[in-house]
T-cell receptor
Framework: GENVEQHPSTLSVQEGDSAVIKCTYS??????FPWYKQELGKGPQLIID?????GEKKDQRIAVTLNKTAKHFSLHITETQPEDSAVYFC??????????FGKGTKLSVKP | KAGVTQTPRYLIKTRGQQVTLSCSPI?????VSWYQQTPGQGLQFLFE???????NKGNFPGRFSGRQFSNSRSEMNVSTLELGDSALYLC??????????????FGEGSRLTVL
């Protein structure tokens, strides 16, 4: 079935360092790849997304890259800050239109 | 604009009981999706409703059901609760949903504990 694999499951970095989270997807027809951030006690919130006709997208300290041939996409956070600490989910749109999520990465940024 | 509102936020049930969770989407949003979040499985898709019709369904047993009303509010029901149904149930709304899905706006969830 349709699947999204996400790595690593936990990631700890020092404040100011960069963080990279990687995802692979199985459905070659997927054309939309969002990233969500979930803070403790809250619902996930979209932080950036990319569509299949684009290879890279940036928004301030956050960037996402997409390699459609290899079926993987990555989230890059530069100059990490303590408030970046959260669980991050990647997702891919499935053939029925629903989003299929990875299992999440718990990012800890140490001051 | 008010966000997605889910009620109740917390509830405790015992095995065999049933539960109904409610979701009020953002005003003007016609699509409501439900996800189950557990520590081991992440977010798993339950179903999506659009204009009172179920448009899409995930791989959950028939004990999980839902509906959407004419004002776009949605409810989901779980019957004959099992211990494994303990989870955070998230509702998300979007203007159109389906293959036009862009950003999903999530509520804070209803945390269900089954004893």
């Amino acid at each position: 079935g349709e699947n999204v694999e996400q790595h690593p499951s936990t990631l700890s970095v020092q404040e100011g360092d960069s963080a990279v989270i990687k995802c692979t997807y199985s459905d070659s027809a997927s054309n939309y790849f969002p990233w969500y951030k979930q803070e403790l006690g809250k619902g996930p919130q979209l932080i950036i997304d990319i569509r299949s006709n684009v290879g890279e997208k940036k928004d301030q300290r956050i960037a996402v890259t997409l390699n459609k041939t290899a079926k993987h996409f990555s989230l890059h956070i530069t100059e990490t800050q303590p408030e970046d600490s959260a669980v991050y989910f990647c997702a891919a749109r499935g053939s029925q239109g629903n989003l299929i999520f990875g299992k999440g990465t718990k990012l800890s940024v140490k001051p | 604009k008010a966000g997605v509102t889910q009620t109740p936020r917390y509830l405790i049930k015992t095995r065999g009981q049933q539960v109904t969770l409610s979701c009020s989407p953002i005003s003007g949003h016609r699509s409501v999706s439900w996800y189950q979040q557990t520590p081991g499985q992440g977010l798993q898709f339950l179903f999506e409703y659009f204009s009172e019709t179920q448009r899409n369904k995930g791989n959950f047993p028939g004990r999980f059901s839902g509906r959407q009303f004419s004002n776009s509010r949605s409810e989901m029901n779980v019957s004959t609760l099992e211990l494994g149904d303990s989870a955070l149930y998230l509702c998300a709304s979007s203007p159109w949903g389906g293959r036009d899905t862009g950003e999903l706006f999530f509520g804070e969830g209803s945390r269900l504990t089954v004893l």
